[in-house]
């Protein structure tokens, strides 16, 4: 049974379609924590941390990495691709005893990544624009329950025999879409390597955040992507294929939802998207290009620019909902700094009509603004104080839209840049 006095874990999600800042938040708040957990996604992720003038891109390593005392966990929800954790968790000393992988958690393997490009070529004017790293072809070897597990690595004879019988089934598929199979030899060379540098890291991750929660250690989820990239909730089928959104985090690290506490979203000031699908707030005008410059909107993960646009309050009210948000961090305040003209989409027009929820599909949905006046600098403000008055009424404006308070408020993208609210 679960003891009552269980600790809760703070829980951070992204709120729009990925990018949001969520590495910056983590690495903040992971300073003062001892586990950080990831739930969902693989490599598709691209978490920046910035200190001490050093920049960090992490994909599938936790973002507590940065913090000595942090134990961080790859949870059973994450797909995982052993070559990309080796390569990532390289650039980092003494991690023996800080990471652990969920045996649980299915392995992502490079003909995953083949399938996933090739599907996405042949799709054509159709393609979702996904990152090309195989996510959606290994949550679909999952769900069709063909795929396999990172415990399984402790076992590389037995793993390859396992894919090759795999492989007899689907080469067919394979071969139409002229992705190549590896031979059962290299395979195993690889599999032999990935259980050799792996290894010590597979575990049983369930027990051990059950084991921190009822030791009252401080626990913080962290989610990848955004909300509205959610495979139920986000715009179909343009998103991920996991769940991104808070519920996430209990299936894809195996905790109760009595043990999620504070929600804290992670939203930035405008809106980004990378990849195609609807964005009713894009800019395609000069002013989406300023975003993308001063933003620096290129991808971390595909090095694709980012689609810029407006901030969403109807999607922000939404995605507060369904994530149970009690607090808002609002992100790259400062890239809206020199604007003289700010806008926010407050509503939706659909058939001449206009409506304030999220409907079935965001296609051919047009926004409908409410501008604010611009100011000229945030940059590297640490108190609210600070900020310019333009700059605090756009922030309480969109607190009383979104539904949440906006306790936390970054102004650059290094770690002591961030205002926290009372
Ligand atoms: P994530 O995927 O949600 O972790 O976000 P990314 O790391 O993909 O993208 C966010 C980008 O914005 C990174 O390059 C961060 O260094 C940067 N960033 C984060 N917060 C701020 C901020 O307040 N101001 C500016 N200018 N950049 C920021
Ligand atoms: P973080 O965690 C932004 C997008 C891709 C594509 C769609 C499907 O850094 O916020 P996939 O490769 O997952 O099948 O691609 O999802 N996408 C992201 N966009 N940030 C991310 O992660 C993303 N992860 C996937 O661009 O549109
Ligand atoms: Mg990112």
């Keep these: 049974m679960q003891n009552s006095d269980t600790n809760r874990a703070s829980l951070i999600v992204g709120l729009q379609w990925g990018d949001e800042g969520k590495g910056k938040i983590v690495d903040h708040l992971a300073q003062e924590v001892d586990f950080v957990c990831r739930f969902a996604g693989g490599h598709n992720a691209g978490h920046t941390i910035v200190t001490e003038g050093k920049k960090y891109a992490l994909h599938l390593v936790p973002s507590g990495i940065l913090n000595p005392n942090a134990v961080n966990i790859v949870g059973n929800g994450v797909v995982l691709s052993p070559k990309d954790f080796i390569k990532e968790l390289e650039q980092f000393d003494n991690i023996e005893g800080r990471v652990y992988i969920s ?3 299915h392995l992502l393997l490079p003909y995953h990544a083949l399938i996933d490009q090739a599907r996405e070529k042949l799709k054509g004017d159709k393609a979702i624009g996904t990152t090309g790293k195989g996510i959606g072809p290994a949550y679909g070897d999952k769900i069709t329950r063909v795929g396999h597990r990172v415990g399984e690595l402790l076992d590389p004879e037995k ?11 689907y080469r067919p598929i394979f071969d139409a879409m002229g992705v190549e199979t590896p031979n059962d030899r290299d ?12 290894g010590l890291y597979i575990t049983d991750t369930t027990l051990m955040v059950w084991d921190a929660l ?3 250690k401080n626990v913080l989820l962290e989610g990848a992507q955004g909300t509205m990239l959610d495979i139920d909730h986000g715009t179909y089928p343009y998103v991920t294929s996991s769940t991104t959104i808070s519920a996430g985090a209990c299936s894809g690290l195996g905790i109760s939802p009595h043990t999620i506490g504070e929600v804290i979203g992670i939203a930035k000031a405008y809106c980004t998207r990378v990849g195609n699908g609807p964005f009713p707030s894009e800019d395609l005008g000069k002013d989406g290009e300023y975003l993308r410059e001063k933003g620096s909107e290129f991808g971390t993960t595909t090095g694709r620019p980012r689609r810029c646009g407006w901030f969403d309050a109807v999607a922000m009210k939404h995605a507060v909902r369904l994530n149970g948000v009690s607090n808002i961090a609002l992100m790259k305040l400062d890239v809206l700094d020199g604007l003289d003209s700010i806008k926010v989409c407050v509503a939706y027009e659909i058939d001449g009509k206009e409506i304030d929820y999220v409907p079935y599909t965001l296609d051919g949905v047009k926004p409908v603004y409410k501008e604010f006046k611009g100011w000229a600098k945030s940059e590297g403000a640490r108190e609210f104080s600070k900020l310019p008055k333009e700059a605090q009424d756009y922030i309480l404006e969109l607190e009383k839209m979104c539904g949440a308070k906006i306790g936390i ?14």
């Design 103 to 105: 045996d649980k958690a």
């Design 159 to 169: 793993l390859t025999q396992d894919i090759m019988n795999y492989f007899n089934i």
């Design 214 to 216: 009822d030791n009252n």
């Design 187 to 198: 395979l195993l060379a690889d599999l032999i390597e990935y259980k050799e540098k792996l």
């Design 409 to 422: 408020i970054s102004t650059s993208p290094d770690r002591d840049d961030t205002i926290i609210r009372d």
